[in-house]
């Protein structure tokens, strides 16, 4: 059996949790998780069970007292309802019927005496009735995902899951309690929408196949997802362009099935360039990081797609108005399967509503007449064999692509001025997982993946021409062990070694300039963690570190040691405290220069720390937080410090005085993040506050302390979702505070001392943009069209309020003198549709 291997590091802290609401008993101290007796039969009779999670977690049952496996297999049928197939002598399947049979008797909780004549109504279906003189009921062909709820006059009503009532040798007593008043309904667990939960290790876990829906949001989109949560936005509305706790978008760790990705958008960075069909599970980490992870100074987004073999053939194909996609989950034997996925744009030769509207955002600074052909397309495929028992391998591909074909006639020019962009990933990655023993196992990962940027500029009339081309090579080898010394006890151990090198070159023909700059670093990575979990869960946590050694082969080596911390502790029921802490560093950063010649994500280029322009970005944070959660209501909030040392003047995107000046620096946030979620089986509301101050520190420039160009202070999100029937409907509101910018000098704008002139501008950071404000809405209808078929409509609209927010200011010197301002608007009323068939 295959077990996944823990976070690893964490911080200190304590939990707290009230518990509110009456349950029924459903289990006994002779059950059993289903998962677990399962587990001991594959040993038992050297067997394999394969099921979905969702079809045995929270299902309990008696030991079978019989030895032989046909006889238990009977009876765990007849017991949960479950059918089970043998496919030969060593495989079984267990799919979940969607159908029970299920009865139980009611009785007074303190006199414990029956309770004829109670009613007992069926959710989800027709089915009521009422208790017998024996205070008996039983109900045949029970959906199993209903809840059962039981009422009586003078007591407390209950509600309680279907498949807990599971028709056995014996019914199961429910106790009900004297009440002069009801209850709310016992609702399922969820974290703002299905599919989004929160970890006991504090991480937020994103579920693509159960996720519900979001504002805006009629398909899952998993960088836009993400940024729901308190603390992660982007202040240029993109999804490649993210921003952690006020950090910039390079200093977050994005993995997919382990493989590092330099390039995580499509379409100016308004688009995850991720399928979220064949991504099964996302872990979002923004503080108290496990040492397995390294880099990334800010968060870090893990994206798993699905480690089991399917059962059975699924896929599914869908359009929108900017692209369409096909996934599939194909079988080829037993222990073989290969899971595919592609999706293309036809941006190139369809002009949608929405197209048009990206498009405006994106070129909104050119002149009218123009022109651009753009397309994406990018393709994953997951090989996964299961070689015995105890071992199972896989391998990982990905590669996705942007293509830009742009030009435009500006007022003084005979010939278009052109920009030619391509932007490529590709990656390959593998993984090998073992039980050693029922106490030991282990992890072997592989990687390499390469980012290759090439973009072409050609202007005043075909006389000057400039080339730009990065290259990002990285290869990755790492080892983990997990050796449980207790039931609840875990050390994990391992090595990490990862190479990287960058390659940057520019070519200009007038003047005539040429630049080669290349650079390789290796790292060597040790990682020890502890993990132990109470008995009663109420302490869970690890604590843990790294020690790296980077060398670069031309310039530096350094050790850097990297402890981590993550611990929550329940000092009372449902309330919960947690404290989290870690260093981190970093040794891949992105410039952004030459604003004047290219748009959007072409702007940015991966570079390597070299010990001197640009040494190793280092990090360091801690948080505290308190939440209180029960089945309808999350209440948290987070207090965060976070310092990060070695920024560069180049990484920061300056638009003012300190724009080429290059100078080292670093930055400090001092935050809290608040968050309210009320909901039920139909509903979810939420309230999120996010506060940051976040404050440079450079040195050499004065006033050597200065707001951050990400210093956001103040984000606000009120948003909703509401279910009928097959019917998803959302609806949210977004605030925040303006960015700061740097105005001319009001009273000596233009420097004309110097060649060339120059802008005299006001204190760096000293001006604020206007006021944020955007409200989104989306909806799906899902439509079934038989047992393994559904048809799902979406619409959803961004900004349908068509409100024009400014995302930057910033201010170019024209060849007269003077002063042209220049200002990057928001995306306006872009509606979106969606057809998509799953089978």
Same mark, same amino acid.
């Given at each position: 059996?295959?077990?996944?291997?823990?976070?690893?590091?964490?911080?200190?802290?304590?939990?707290?949790?009230?518990?509110?609401?009456?349950?029924?008993?459903?289990?006994?101290?002779?059950?059993?998780?289903?998962?677990? +007796?399962?587990?001991?039969?594959?040993?038992?009779?050297?067997?394999?069970?394969?099921? *979905?999670?969702? #079809?045995?977690?929270?299902?309990?049952?008696? &030991? +079978?007292?019989?030895?032989?496996? #046909?006889?238990?297999?009977?009876?765990?049928?007849?017991?949960?309802?479950?059918?089970?197939?043998?496919?030969?002598?060593?495989?079984?399947?267990?799919?979940?019927?969607?159908? %029970?049979?299920?009865?139980?008797?009611?009785?007074?909780?303190?006199?414990?005496?029956?309770?004829?004549?109670?009613?007992?109504? %069926?959710?989800?279906?027709?089915?009521?009735g009422v208790t017998d003189d024996n205070g008996s009921f039983s109900f045949e062909n029970v959906p199993i995902n209903s809840l059962v709820h039981i009422k009586h006059l003078g007591y407390k009503p209950i509600f309680i899951e279907a498949k807990k009532l599971v028709k056995t040798t014996e019914c199961i007593a429910i106790a009900m309690a004297l009440s002069y008043q009801e209850l709310e309904e016992v609702i399922v667990t969820q974290f703002l929408? $299905?599919?989004? &939960?929160?970890?006991?290790?504090?991480?937020?876990?994103?579920?693509?196949?159960?996720?519900?829906?979001?504002?805006?949001?009629?398909?899952?989109?998993?960088?836009?997802?993400?940024?729901?949560?308190?603390? %992660?936005?982007?202040?240029?509305?993109?999804?490649?362009?993210?921003?952690?706790?006020?950090?910039?978008?390079?200093?977050?760790?994005?993995?997919?099935?382990?493989?590092?990705?330099?390039? $995580?958008?499509?379409?100016?960075?308004?688009?995850?360039? !991720?399928?979220?069909?064949?991504?099964?599970?996302?872990?979002?980490?923004?503080?108290?990081?496990?040492?397995?992870?390294?880099?990334?100074?800010?968060?870090?987004?893990?994206?798993?797609?699905?480690?089991?073999?399917?059962?059975?053939?699924?896929?599914?194909?869908?359009?929108?108005?900017?692209?369409?996609?096909?996934?599939?989950?194909?079988?080829?034997?037993?222990?073989?399967?290969?899971?595919?996925?592609?999706?293309?744009?036809?941006? #190139?030769?369809?002009?949608?509503?929405?197209?048009?509207?990206?498009?405006?955002?994106?070129?909104?600074?050119?002149?009218?007449?123009?022109?651009?052909?753009?397309?994406?397309?990018? +393709?994953?495929?997951?090989?996964?064999?299961?070689?015995?028992?105890?071992?199972?391998?896989?391998?990982? !591909?990905?590669?996705?692509?942007?293509?830009? =074909?742009?030009?435009?006639?500006?007022?003084?020019?005979?010939?278009?001025?052109?920009?030619?962009?391509?932007?490529?990933?590709?990656?390959?990655?593998?993984?090998?997982?073992?039980?050693?023993?029922?106490?030991?196992?282990?992890?072997?990962?592989?990687?390499?993946?390469?980012? #290759?940027?090439?973009?072409?500029?050609?202007?005043?009339?075909?006389?000057?021409?400039?080339?730009?081309?990065?290259?990002?090579?990285?290869?990755?080898?790492?080892?983990?062990?997990?050796?449980?010394?207790?039931?609840?006890? *875990?050390? @994990?151990?391992?090595?990490?070694?990862?190479?990287?090198?960058?390659?940057?070159?520019?070519?200009? =023909?007038?003047?005539? !300039?040429?630049?080669?700059?290349?650079?390789?670093?290796?790292?060597?990575?040790?990682?020890?963690?502890?993990?132990?979990?109470?008995?009663?869960?109420?302490? =869970?946590?690890? @604590?843990?570190?790294?020690?790296?050694?980077?060398?670069?082969?031309?310039?530096?080596?350094?050790?850097?040691?990297?402890?981590?911390?993550?611990?929550?502790?329940?000092?009372?029921?449902?309330?919960?405290?947690?404290?989290?802490?870690?260093?981190?560093?970093?040794?891949?950063?992105?410039?952004?220069?030459?604003?004047?010649?290219?748009?959007?994500?072409?702007?940015?280029?991966?570079?390597?720390?070299?010990?001197? /322009?640009?040494?190793?970005?280092?990090?360091?944070?801690?948080? %505290?937080?308190?939440?209180?959660?029960?089945?309808?209501?999350?209440?948290?909030?987070? /207090?965060?410090? &976070?310092?990060?040392?070695?920024?560069?003047?180049?990484?920061?995107?300056?638009?003012?005085?300190?724009?080429?000046?290059?100078? @080292?620096?670093?930055?400090?946030?001092?935050? *809290?993040?608040?968050?309210?979620?009320?909901?039920?089986?139909?509903?979810?509301?939420?309230?999120?506050?996010?506060?940051?101050?976040?404050?440079?520190?450079?040195?050499?420039?004065?006033?050597?302390?200065?707001?951050?160009?990400?210093?956001?202070?103040?984000?606000?999100?009120?948003?909703?979702?509401?279910?009928?029937?097959?019917?998803?409907?959302?609806?949210?509101?977004?605030?925040?505070?303006?960015?700061?910018?740097?105005?001319?000098?009001?009273?000596?704008?233009?420097?004309?001392?110097?060649?060339? $002139?120059?802008?005299?501008?006001?204190?760096?950071?000293?001006?604020?943009?206007?006021?944020?404000?955007?409200?989104?809405?989306?909806?799906?209808?899902?439509?079934?069209?038989?047992?393994?078929?559904?048809?799902? +409509?979406?619409?959803?609209?961004?900004?349908?309020? =068509?409100?024009?927010?400014?995302?930057?200011?910033?201010?170019?010197?024209?060849?007269?003198?003077?002063?042209?301002?220049?200002?990057?608007?928001?995306?306006?009323?872009?509606?979106? *549709?969606?057809?998509?068939?799953?089978?």
């Amino acid at each position: 059996m295959l077990k996944k291997h823990l976070n690893t590091f964490t911080t200190l802290f304590f939990l707290l949790i009230f518990s509110g609401a009456s349950y029924a008993q459903t289990t006994t101290k002779d059950s059993i998780a289903l998962r677990d +007796f399962l587990s001991e039969l594959e040993s038992k009779f050297n067997v394999k069970f394969s099921y *979905a999670d969702t #079809d045995v977690d929270s299902v309990y049952i008696i &030991k +079978f007292s019989s030895n032989a496996l #046909d006889e238990i297999l009977k009876d765990l049928r007849d017991a949960t309802g479950i059918t089970i197939k043998k496919l030969n002598d060593r495989y079984y399947t267990l799919n979940k019927t969607t159908t %029970i049979s299920i009865c139980g008797f009611v009785l007074d909780n303190f006199e414990e005496n029956n309770i004829p004549g109670a009613t007992v109504e %069926i959710y989800e279906s027709n089915l009521s009735g009422v208790t017998d003189d024996n205070g008996s009921f039983s109900f045949e062909n029970v959906p199993i995902n209903s809840l059962v709820h039981i009422k009586h006059l003078g007591y407390k009503p209950i509600f309680i899951e279907a498949k807990k009532l599971v028709k056995t040798t014996e019914c199961i007593a429910i106790a009900m309690a004297l009440s002069y008043q009801e209850l709310e309904e016992v609702i399922v667990t969820q974290f703002l929408t $299905t599919g989004l &939960k929160k970890l006991a290790n504090t991480n937020i876990e994103l579920n693509s196949s159960e996720f519900g829906i979001l504002p805006g949001v009629s398909e899952p989109d998993i960088l836009q997802t993400v940024q729901a949560l308190p603390g %992660i936005k982007s202040v240029d509305e993109t999804v490649s362009d993210i921003n952690i706790r006020g950090g910039t978008n390079d200093q977050n760790l994005i993995l997919w099935d382990g493989i590092k990705m330099y390039q $995580t958008g499509h379409f100016f960075g308004l688009i995850s360039a !991720f399928n979220p069909y064949v991504t099964e599970k996302v872990t979002i980490i923004k503080n108290g990081t496990s040492a397995i992870y390294s880099g990334g100074v800010s968060g870090t987004l893990s994206m798993r797609a699905t480690d089991e073999l399917p059962l059975n053939f699924t896929g599914g194909a869908g359009l929108n108005l900017i692209s369409g996609d096909v996934f599939g989950e194909i079988p080829i034997q037993d222990n073989m399967a290969l899971q595919v996925s592609a999706r293309r744009s036809y941006t #190139d030769f369809l002009n949608t509503p929405t197209y048009s509207t990206f498009s405006e955002k994106a070129f909104q600074d050119t002149e009218v007449n123009s022109e651009s052909e753009f397309y994406f397309y990018d +393709f994953t495929a997951k090989f996964i064999y299961e070689i015995n028992k105890y071992q199972k391998a896989s391998v990982s !591909f990905i590669n996705m692509s942007n293509n830009l =074909n742009y030009s435009e006639i500006t007022n003084d020019t005979l010939s278009p001025n052109i920009s030619n962009l391509n932007q490529d990933n590709f990656s390959i990655g593998g993984e090998l997982q073992s039980e050693w023993t029922d106490v030991l196992t282990s992890q072997l990962s592989f990687y390499y993946t390469q980012y #290759d940027l090439d973009a072409l500029s050609i202007s005043n009339n075909n006389a000057q021409q400039l080339e730009q081309n990065n290259l990002v090579k990285e290869s990755n080898i790492k080892f983990t062990t997990k050796y449980k010394l207790r039931e609840n006890l *875990a050390w @994990i151990n391992g090595y990490e070694f990862t190479e990287t090198g960058i390659k940057n070159t520019t070519n200009v =023909n007038q003047p005539p !300039f040429a630049s080669n700059i290349k650079g390789v670093i290796r790292k060597h990575g040790l990682y020890s963690e502890v993990s132990y979990c109470s008995e009663d869960e109420k302490f =869970n946590g690890f @604590i843990g570190g790294r020690l790296n050694y980077i060398e670069n082969l031309d310039t530096f080596q350094e050790y850097i040691i990297e402890p981590r911390i993550n611990v929550s502790y329940e000092l009372l029921p449902n309330f919960k405290t947690e404290v989290l802490g870690e260093y981190k560093s970093q040794v891949t950063n992105q410039i952004i220069d030459l604003e004047q010649n290219f748009l959007g994500i072409e702007k940015r280029r991966w570079i390597l720390s070299d010990g001197d /322009a640009l040494p190793i970005t280092k990090s360091k944070q801690g948080s %505290i937080g308190f939440n209180y959660d029960i089945n309808t209501l999350y209440v948290g909030i987070d /207090a965060f410090y &976070k310092e990060v040392n070695g920024i560069n003047v180049y990484t920061q995107g300056f638009q003012n005085q300190n724009q080429f000046d290059g100078e @080292i620096g670093s930055y400090v946030v001092k935050g *809290a993040e608040f968050l309210i979620n009320t909901k039920n089986n139909d509903y979810s509301v939420w309230l999120s506050y996010t506060f940051n101050k976040n404050d440079y520190t450079f040195d050499v420039l004065v006033p050597a302390t200065f707001p951050n160009n990400l210093d956001v202070r103040h984000a606000i999100t009120l948003a909703g979702n509401y279910t009928v029937g097959n019917l998803k409907i959302g609806m949210g509101f977004n605030y925040k505070s303006g960015k700061p910018f740097t105005q001319p000098d009001e009273n000596d704008p233009i420097n004309e001392n110097v060649f060339p $002139t120059e802008i005299n501008y006001e204190v760096p950071n000293s001006s604020r943009l206007t006021e944020y404000f955007r409200a989104d809405a989306s909806a799906n209808y899902t439509l079934k069209m038989g047992d393994k078929m559904n048809a799902i +409509f979406g619409v959803s609209v961004l900004n349908f309020t =068509n409100r024009q927010n400014t995302l930057n200011t910033y201010y170019r010197l024209q060849d007269d003198n003077t002063i042209e301002t220049i200002e990057r608007l928001s995306l306006g009323i872009t509606p979106n *549709a969606s057809l998509r068939v799953q089978f």
